[in-house]
């Protein structure tokens, strides 16, 4: 039996299962080489939503600007905003259906998910005595029934 590293957690929380013995069996070639994408933390597909959504409307952005703390996702410099678009499980969206700890090795993931979120309060603290706006885009409310009221909110927050 394999042992459920991280990473092999990680797929397993994508599929939404809580036990995975080996990649091959639950995910095919296509969906393995998505998760390998949104593993590495670059090019995840709930932020192209969000830069296809700010292209279109004109909005012009910079990504990943590791000046900023946290290394935003995306920092429009003319609005003074900054976007985190982030995963509901590994930042641990309160009450989020994809929010679920998974049952082998629970205060680990506990742990592990609490640290993120304070160090996320702390970022946003530091972006915010730093004159940035932030703004938190949750993976679940870019879900396509909750996309178009989540990109309104969004242009209001860049207009206020
Ligand atoms: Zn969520």
Redo the contacts with the bound molecule.
Sequence with gaps: MLKLTPKFAKECNFCQRSEVLTMADVHDKKTRSYNMSRIKGENTKPEILVRQFLHKNGFRFRLNYSKLPGKPDIVLPKYKTVIFVNG?FWHG?EN?K??VVPNTKTEWWLNKINKTKQRDIVNEQELESLGWKVKVI???ELKTDKRIQTFKDLLLFLKV
């Design positions: 509901c969206h989020c994809y929010y949750w993976e679940c």
